[in-house]
């Protein structure tokens, strides 16, 4: 999901609570908090030697001692046109890091309205050769989730 189609979610849906929704289907505790949004810019040389560039909105949600505080589509539309001028590319992925023994970012697969809240399902980030041909790999084939969990094609692993 991008920024602009997140803040065209919220804005549409501002009387109702955010939710978040972990892979696997557990839901991040209600009294979450969103302690940062940034703009992220890594620069990089895949393992061919090419150099790359990618931009993310990188929110990161944190639960703390508050288990009264609950977020509205209302606020998290604020507090992502608070950050503005931090992200001003609407175009770039959003990504979630959040703490669950380990700290994890996620994607955001779809989302989910209710009669109360705005559910964002989000997905494990996954690792990938960006240069097989130069590599001696195959190319991987990425497939559909068989039961909720990835699963491996023919030439590789998703």
């Known amino acids: 999901m991008t920024l602009s189609e997140l803040k ?3 804005a549409h849906h501002g009387e109702r609570l955010f939710r978040i929704t972990l892979p696997g289907g557990k839901a991040v505790p209600l009294s979450f908090h969103v302690t940062e949004v940034g703009r992220l810019h890594k ?6 030697g090419k150099r790359r560039e990618s931009i993310t909105c990188q929110l990161q949600v944190w639960v703390g001692p508050d288990y009264d505080h609950r977020i509205e589509t209302g606020k998290m539309a604020a507090i992502l046109n608070k950050a503005r ?3 001003p590319d609407g175009s770039v992925p959003v990504e979630i890091e959040y703490e669950d023994q380990v700290i994890s970012q ?3 697969a779809r989302h ?3 009669g109360e809240a705005v559910i964002l399902h989000l997905e494990h980030k996954h690792t990938e050769c ?3 041909e130069l590599c001696g790999l195959p ?3 990425r497939l559909p989730a068989i039961g909720g969990k990835p699963h491996c094609g023919p030439r590789g692993c998703c």
Do not use: R
């Open 8 to 10: 065209d979610l919220l």
């Open 43 to 48: 620069t990089f040389l895949d393992c061919g």
């Open 85 to 87: 001028e931090i992200v």
């Open 106 to 108: 996620y994607t955001i």
């Open 112 to 114: 989910e309205l209710t």
């Open 130 to 132: 960006l240069a097989p």
């Open 139 to 141: 190319a991987l084939e």
